[in-house]
């Protein structure tokens, strides 16, 4: 079996994301997605990894790690090779699956557990497509897609917000309240009226829900130290489950102070790939939990070693996804059989709004937890029409183009 084909699959409408499609000689196709930077890492696929991979078979899948990898020539940063690489990755497993017949959690080595516990970042249905939602409150405008505007109603109903979550099952959500104030200092300072403005959804939801609801605060990484930790110590009281990217992911030393100025986990980062750069980050105490990126840190093979780096410190990992449908997917496989996986990260404005426009099937989301997908591989694919699409651009590079 050999691979004879790479499509690279760019969506208008998704402008951020990139699909990858691994064709084989026996009529196999293993997907992949990444995103961000798609163009440039369409270039690399096609210029670096194809004159590679085409030809070879796919299931050498550790040897293609580190060949892309090398080629990368880039160890630390979500660098687009990277990211290219973590695409290609997913899609071999992918094949894997379809080969065997088996779902890819069983060839990691099967189930540890059958469902994992979900959290819902609370995110509207363009959050990261349409570039007005990246922030909050003075560019925000709802879209009117569906019940779902969830960034909208964090920052003016958080308390209906969770008790809407809560009727769904979902004890978990993540928001990122203090946003809206960092451009004003540059994230240099916070002041105690943005401070109380920042607190007051958290405020809201415990007043609603007591402590039914565990509280993510999502930072981005938009501020300095001081200002990062002013902020911790004003949410200390409601208990949030982790502080995420407080600053930068630049200065390891920064942020083990931040972590040791707090009793509330701190959670980083999916900013951060290959084992490499999470070495670094667990054995200088930086971080209580291991915010991972299937498709940015290096595919599900460096997730998975990422993950078991984690747990050689005792500490959880909790999957990234507010991205695209195929990293939820190769997320939950890796949840389902990895022992120290946490919580998995999901959008319900994106799982019921647009994931279901673009690929056959989803896991199954019940009570607030998420399941084990079931067929084999990664368990769905890109929707035929997807392919159809007036707006879609398909890059190919074949083993004939090679061979010219
Ligand atoms: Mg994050």
């Not at 959804?201 to 007591?210: L, T, Y």
């Not at 120290?340 to 019921?352: D, G, H, K, M, P």
């Not at 690929?359 to 989301?365: E, K």
């Given at each position: ?5 790479i499509?690279?699959?760019?969506i208008?409408e998704?402008p951020?994301i990139?699909?990858v499609?691994l ?5 196999i ?12 890492v ?6 670096q990894v ?5 030809g ?19 160890t630390l ?7 290219g ?10 094949i ?6 088996l779902?890819?959690?069983?060839l ?6 059958e ?6 970042t609370c995110?509207g249905y ?5 570039a007005?939602?990246q922030?909050a409150?003075?560019?925000f405008q709802?879209?009117?897609?569906g ?6 109603a ?8 969770a ?11 993540k928001?990122?309240p ?10 240099q ?7 109380d ?9 415990r007043?609603a829900?007591g402590?039914?609801m ?14 990062a930790i ?17 600053i930068?992911?630049d ?9 040791a ?5 701190t ?12 070495r670094?980050m667990l054995?200088?105490?930086a971080?209580?939990?291991?915010m ?12 998975r070693?990422i993950?078991?780096l ?20 190769a997320?939950v496989?890796?949840?389902?059989n ?29 009570n607030?937890y998420?399941y084990a997908?079931?067929?084999?591989g990664?368990?769905?694919a890109?929707l035929?029409?997807v392919?159809k699409?007036?707006d ?8 004939e183009s090679k061979r010219l």
């Amino acid at each position: 079996m050999k691979i004879t084909r790479i499509d690279t699959i760019h969506i208008a409408e998704f402008p951020h994301i990139l699909f990858v499609h691994l064709h084989t000689d026996q009529g196999i196709v293993g997907l992949g997605e990444t995103t961000y930077g798609p163009h440039t890492v369409a270039t690399f696929i096609h210029s670096q990894v194809a004159p590679y991979l085409l030809g070879k078979t796919p299931l050498h899948i550790e040897r293609h790690w580190n060949e892309i990898f090398a080629r990368g020539r880039t160890t630390l940063s979500r660098s687009a090779e990277i990211r290219g690489l973590s695409a290609i990755d997913i899609a071999l497993w992918d094949i894997f699956g379809q080969v065997t017949g088996l779902p890819i959690y069983q060839l990691l080595g099967g189930p540890y557990r059958e469902r994992i516990q979900i959290y819902n970042t609370c995110a509207g249905y363009r959050y990261g497509i349409s570039a007005t939602q990246q922030v909050a409150v003075g560019s925000f405008q709802s879209s009117k897609e569906g019940p779902y505007e969830d960034l909208e109603a964090f920052l003016y109903r958080a308390d209906e917000l969770a008790e809407s979550l809560l009727s769904q099952g979902i004890c978990a959500m993540k928001i990122w309240p203090f946003d809206q104030f960092a451009p004003k200092t540059n994230g240099q300072s916070i002041s105690l009226e943005d401070l109380d403005k920042g607190v007051e959804p958290f405020r809201k939801i415990r007043k609603a829900v007591g402590r039914r609801m565990e509280i993510a605060v999502e930072m981005h990484g938009l501020w300095n130290l001081p200002s990062a930790i002013r902020i911790a110590k004003a949410l200390e009281e409601i208990e949030p489950m982790w502080f995420e990217d407080p600053i930068r992911m630049d200065n390891l030393d920064a942020l083990s102070q931040f972590k040791a100025s707090t009793h509330i986990p701190t959670c980083a980062s999916e900013t951060v790939s290959t084992r490499f750069a999470f070495r670094e980050m667990l054995e200088r105490h930086a971080t209580s939990i291991v915010m991972l990126d299937v498709a940015w840190a290096g595919g599900l093979s460096e997730a998975r070693r990422i993950a078991s780096l984690a747990e050689t410190h005792h500490l959880p990992f909790a999957p990234h996804d507010c991205t695209g449908p195929v990293t939820l997917m190769a997320s939950v496989h890796l949840c389902i059989n990895a022992p120290n996986a946490l919580i998995q990260e999901t959008v319900r404005a994106f799982y019921y709004g647009w994931y279901p426009r673009l690929v056959t099937q989803l896991p199954r989301i019940e009570n607030g937890y998420i399941y084990a997908p079931e067929g084999p591989g990664l368990g769905l694919a890109l929707l035929p029409d997807v392919l159809k699409r007036s707006d879609v651009t398909i890059q190919t590079s074949t083993l004939e183009s090679k061979r010219l």
